[in-house]
């Protein structure tokens, strides 16, 4: 019976620790890493002439923003529409459409803007 109790005692530990070793916690000792790329425009639609900006957020493996480095962003259709690659400023240049997009750490985000 006494063998029997400390088997059951022992299982029930390894069990936990099996259990505990598997959580991931937000606040715990794992180190966050840019799993996901967000990109906002501020707005989908704008006229010749006019300009708007791109705003670029990392989000770690916890979806919580972090600092990730340099953002790079490109247009698909400069003669549409012009992007500054390092702050993120579009300007309009013909009627169109074209995808703007932005890079961190080889992670991607597209967005549509439109040229009326």
Not at 6 to 24: D, H, Q, R, T
Not at 58 to 85: H, M, R
């Amino acid at each position: 019976m006494r063998r029997l109790k400390i088997v059951n005692s022992v299982v029930a530990i390894v069990a936990m620790g099996l259990i505990a070793g598997c959580y991931e916690s937000p606040t715990g000792p794992g180190q966050p890493a840019l799993t996901t790329v967000r990109l906002t425009l501020a707005a989908d639609s704008i006229e010749v002439g006019q300009t708007t900006s791109a705003t670029v957020t990392a989000l770690d493996q916890y979806g919580l923003p972090i600092a990730a480095g340099p953002a790079k962003f490109t247009s698909s259709s400069p003669e549409v529409a012009t992007v500054n690659e390092s702050t993120g400023a579009i300007e309009a240049i013909s009627p169109g459409t074209a995808q703007i997009t932005v890079t961190i750490a080889g992670k991607t985000a597209q967005r549509t803007i439109t040229v009326l």
